[in-house]
Every structure is written in structure tokens, then in C-alpha cells.
């Protein structure tokens, strides 16, 4: 084993907003584990609602979106789903913030419906570890939880956030959850491990980034620069690739969908790569489209384009 160790860069001091920041979130999550999961969900639906109206967080950029994503809405019905958008991202984010503490049998209860599990335990069954690809959709958090609470081994490659203090909590609570945080800068260090170790390596591939290996591919028939990482993984290790996708139901638990990702190398290494990112993206979009209202449209989706992008096709 080398000896050799990676310098890195210290990270910044805490901002005094940043520490205001971390205070008033512990402070109001010590608050709302008080009114039990329901409750405070409920609680965040509200929230999520007021920032959009009439506070109008990203009010703009959420409306052009979904009207740009399903024109033949109406300016009610796209104003309708803007505001739902906001209530489920609410929802998300208190159900995500209470989860430490939960136990594994809570979590486990919070999913209604399970389909598609076959295709995690026949992936794992290879022993060559599992990719799987997510989206900005339902309850992603929540999804990572439940796969550990389910016995299996999680590795989830999250990007860093500017408040260090609230990145650190974040990590606890996932870590709390059974789900190991692996940061997106160490991925292609520590992801290989865990793939060698047979288990999961899960992404969220819907957010670009400056500095991250990407490819344009169609999102509601408009170019959206996408993560490759996933591909990458699944044809260097040969790991098998599932999509999956949690989403809250009418009853306010959730569904845990399941599907595999094909992966056919064709020896074309960047075309296999883009051909991989099409279908996890184009799976996302069908689950978009069945659950609009879930979403994460107050992200730019479309903000990177190729240059050559025509005017109709351009960001909303």
C-alpha cells in the first residue's frame, strides 16, 4: 500500500451567516421531530408553498420550466403545478431533515409499494456491486435510507455545500440512515471500492456541474448537460445499472420504483457513454411526467447548452 497521501486544501471558517444558518436549522428541526413525521411534513408542504407564493423563491424559473417542459398546459395549470412543486419540495426537505433518529422499522413502513426490487438483488447476485442512477424526484433522501434499512450496502456521491457546517450535518444524517457519503471530488477513488465490495453506488444524475464530466442529452426535448458518471462506472467495472425512483403517493407514503438501465458495449467507449445517459435520462423523464408535481424544477435544468442550441430549444 502507498504511503503517498493527497494533499487537500483546507476547508474555509464558518461565516457568521453560516453559523446562523446551521443554528436556526437544528433549532428548527429539534422543533418539528416534536410533531411526529405526518405533522411535520404537513408543516413543510406549507412552508414550501409560502416561498412560492408570495414570497416567489425561483417563482420564474420554476413557471418557464414546467410550461417549457408541458406546453399544453394552461397558465392556471402550470401556476397549479409550480405551487405543488414547492409544497412537495417542503415536504421533502422536513421529512429529510427529522430522519435521524428514525428507526429502521419507521423507514421501512414509510414505503408503501416496492417494485422492481428483483433487479437490485439479481445485480448484487453478480457481485460486481450495483449503479444506481436517481433523479431530483419525490423524496430521493428518503430513497437512500430505505435501500440500508433493507440491508444493503449504500454508497451515495454527493456534492459539497458552501456551509460547511450544514454539509457536515447533512452527512451525519445520512450517515444515521446507514448511507455512506462519498464526496463527488474522492468518486473515482472510492467508488471502485464499493463496487469491488458488492455494494450499491447510488447518483443523483439530473444536476450539472462546472468541472464534471458531462454530455448533452435531450430532457423534454431540450439539450441538458448530464452527468456521465454513472455510465462511466457501469462500462469500466461492468457493474450492473438500475434507475430508481421514490415518489410520495395520495396516501403521503411513498413508492419505490425500480428499472433496469441497459448496457450494451458496442467498443465505441464515448458513444456507449452517451447512449447509457440517454436512457437514465429518458427514464427520469417518463417518471417526470407521471409525477410533474415532484420535481425539483426551482434548478435551471436547461442552463448549460451546447452553443449551437437553436432559439426554441434554448433555456426557458
Known amino acids: 500500500m502507498s504511503s503517498v497521501v493527497a494533499k487537500t486544501e483546507p476547508s474555509p471558517a464558518p461565516t457568521f451567516s453560516h453559523r446562523l444558518e446551521y443554528a436556526a436549522t437544528r433549532t428548527a428541526v429539534a422543533v418539528l421531530r416534536l410533531l411526529g413525521w405526518r405533522a411535520a411534513s404537513a408543516v413543510g408542504g406549507v412552508l414550501g408553498r409560502l416561498a412560492y407564493r408570495p414570497f416567489g423563491i425561483r417563482a420564474g424559473v420554476v413557471e418557464r420550466q414546467i410550461a417549457a417542459a408541458f406546453p399544453e398546459f394552461t397558465a392556471d395549470k402550470v401556476r397549479e403545478y409550480a405551487a405543488r412543486s414547492y409544497e412537495s ?112 453506488v447510488a447518483l443523483v444524475a439530473d444536476h450539472d456541474a462546472l468541472g464534471l464530466a458531462s454530455t448533452f442529452v435531450p430532457f423534454f426535448g431540450r439539450p441538458a448537460k448530464t452527468p456521465r458518471g454513472p455510465a462511466v462506472f457501469a462500462l469500466r467495472f461492468d457493474a450492473p445499472t438500475v434507475f430508481i425512483a421514490i415518489v410520495r403517493q395520495p396516501s ?37 411526467r407521471e409525477y410533474p408535481e415532484q420535481y425539483f424544477w426551482q434548478h435551471r435544468r436547461w442552463r448549460r447548452q451546447p452553443p449551437d442550441t437553436p432559439p426554441h430549444l434554448r433555456e426557458p
Not at 423507514?107 to 437490485?120: F, K, N, P, Q, S
Not at 440500508?148 to 450517515?175: H, M, P, Q, W
Not at 467507449?269 to 417518463?286: F, H, W
Request: glycine share 10%; hydrophobic share 45%.
Open 89 to 200: 419540495l417542503g415536504r421533502t426537505s422536513i421529512e429529510t431533515a427529522i430522519l435521524p433518529g428514525t428507526s429502521r422499522e419507521e423507514i421501512l413502513a414509510r414505503v408503501e409499494r416496492v417494485e422492481g426490487w428483483e433487479h437490485i438483488d439479481a445485480a448484487l447476485a453478480k457481485g460486481k456491486g450495483l449503479i444506481a442512477v436517481t433523479g431530483h424526484l419525490g423524496n430521493w433522501e428518503l430513497g437512500g435510507a430505505y435501500v440500508a434499512a433493507r440491508g444493503v450496502g449504500i454508497d451515495a456521491v454527493v456534492r459539497g455545500a458552501a456551509n460547511k457546517l450544514f454539509e457536515a450535518y447533512v452527512t451525519r444524517t445520512r450517515s444515521e440512515a446507514g448511507v455512506h457519503v462519498v464526496h463527488d471530488k474522492d468518486a473515482v477513488r472510492r467508488a471502485p471500492r464499493a463496487l469491488r465490495e458488492n455494494r450499491m
Open 252 to 288: 403521503g407514503r411513498y413508492a419505490f420504483l425500480v428499472e433496469p438501465v441497459t448496457v450494451t458495449p458496442t467498443g465505441d467507449r464515448d458513444a456507449d457513454v452517451d447512449a447509457i445517459v440517454l436512457r437514465y435520462t429518458q427514464m427520469l423523464e417518463a417518471k417526470v
